[in-house]
Every structure is written in C-alpha cells, then in structure tokens.
C-alpha cells in the first residue's frame, strides 16, 4: 500500500537527543516527508530540537505541536525562534493552552502576536469544539491529537462548517501514534492509558466514543503500518506519524521509516 508522502508527516518528542535529532531529519526529508513535528515534554526544548533539525535540512518544515503559550508566552517564542535563527520560511508554530482562566483568550492573543511578529503559519492544538473554532477562524490550521479517522473526519467537517463564508482555509493535521513491535506497542498503551486518565481528553474519548487505543496504529510490519494510517491520508491534510519507539534510538526511527516507505 502507498501512501503519498507529502501527506504525511513525522513526530517526535523535545527531548530527543540533538546527535540523533541531526541524524534522524535528514532521513525524513529525504523519505519525502512534509514536516518534522517536534513536541513540548515537561523537561525538553522542542525549539532547540527544531534549531537542530533547520541546520541539517532544506526543505523540510520544522514545526512545534505544541508550545504552551500559558507557560511560554509569545513575546519568548518570538525572542528564541530569532535567537536560534529558525528559517521563517520553512517554520510552522503550533501552540496551545490549557491554563484557566481562559485558554482561548491565551491561544487567541498567542496567534495574533505570533503570525504579526514572525509572519509564520500559527496553528492551534484543538481538543474540544470551542477551541477548534477557534482555530479553524483565526490560525492558519488545526493540530489534531488523539483521534481515530471516522472522528478525525467529523472534525475536518466541522472545521469546514465553522469556516464557511469567511474564505478562510485552515489545514488539519493529526497526531497518530505508530509503533512498530510489541516493546514499542507497549509504551504506546501507556501512554493511552495516561490520556485516558486526563480530564479533558477523558471527556473527547466519550464524546466521540472511543477508546484512545483505537486511535494509535501498532503494527508488526510496514504493510500493516500503511495500512493503518491510509483512512487518515484521505480526511485531513497532514497525518504525523508520531512516532513511538521502544528506546529513542536512531535505527528505531530510521527502522520506522523505512517501513513508511516500503522498504521492508
């Protein structure tokens, strides 16, 4: 099964070591992959990561999913993206919030200062309808996390309705956990079961019904893997492999990759 790799893109986490993350983006340009997704752990540096990754590559979009801009406010982001010389043309900014008192305040000012600031596409890492309004009206597009393709659909399709007439036109991209081999698989359930014990996306998994197992890809070869992420490729723009491995190291990645690509 193929899958066109200019709909695809590749997750990985902000505190990947930089020797690795030097090694690993090349790998993913040239696997003709759309962007490089780097996430905001509580002890990393998802910029730093995307510094590493700009300095190796060309043509490659370097994107966050997602900066807390409760946590990290904009006037920083814009300080550091200039202080690590991110490439404004090849830069995606994802931001979130989830602070009270109002995280569409935050994200919403977060936005405006950003896309004024750095004249890069913003994108907002939406979970409940409010949110993604939001995004849809008012960013260049939605990041979408944790959702399997019958609701990753119903979102697509919200997103259009929350946009009509306005002659907006966000992307939607999407998280999906993909893991290949049972050690791997096992820390994806983990994390599963961590989501699932978080409020608010406890609330999204029964409001759309499903388990979040359901939305992750566990594959015990490429074939399977393709196959898993193919009824994403055709309801949202860019489908992140986010990719979950058993220890982080580069021939994992490059392993998981491969197996993207067919080369099995």
Known sequence: MTIEPGRLGYGITGDLDL????????????????TLWVNQPAHGD?????????????TLR??????PVDRLPADEIVRRVSDLDLPADRLVLGVGASAPPS????????VATLTDRLGAPVVVGALGPRMRRLAARESAGLLLNWLTPSAAGRAATEKDRDVAGTGAD??????????????????????????????SYAANFARFGFAPL??????????????GLAPYTSVVDETVVRAVTASGRL???VALLAALEGAE
């Open 19 to 34: 020797d690795i993350v030097r090694r690993l983006a090349p790998e993913v340009e040239r696997a003709g992959l759309r």
């Open 251 to 253: 021939g994992e990645h």
């Open 214 to 227: 359901d939305a992750a890809v566990l594959a015990a070869a490429g074939g399977e893997l393709r196959a």
């Open 103 to 110: 995280p569409i305040t935050t994200v919403r000012e977060a």
């Open 46 to 58: 998802a910029l730093a990561v995307m510094a590493a990754a700009a300095e190796v590559t060309s």
């Open 170 to 199: 966000p992307e939607v991209a999407l998280y999906v956990r993909c893991a290949l081999g049972g050690v791997a698989h096992a820390v994806v359930r983990r994390e599963a079961e961590r989501y699932a014990g978080i409020p």
């Open 62 to 67: 370097i994107a966050s999913g997602v900066l």
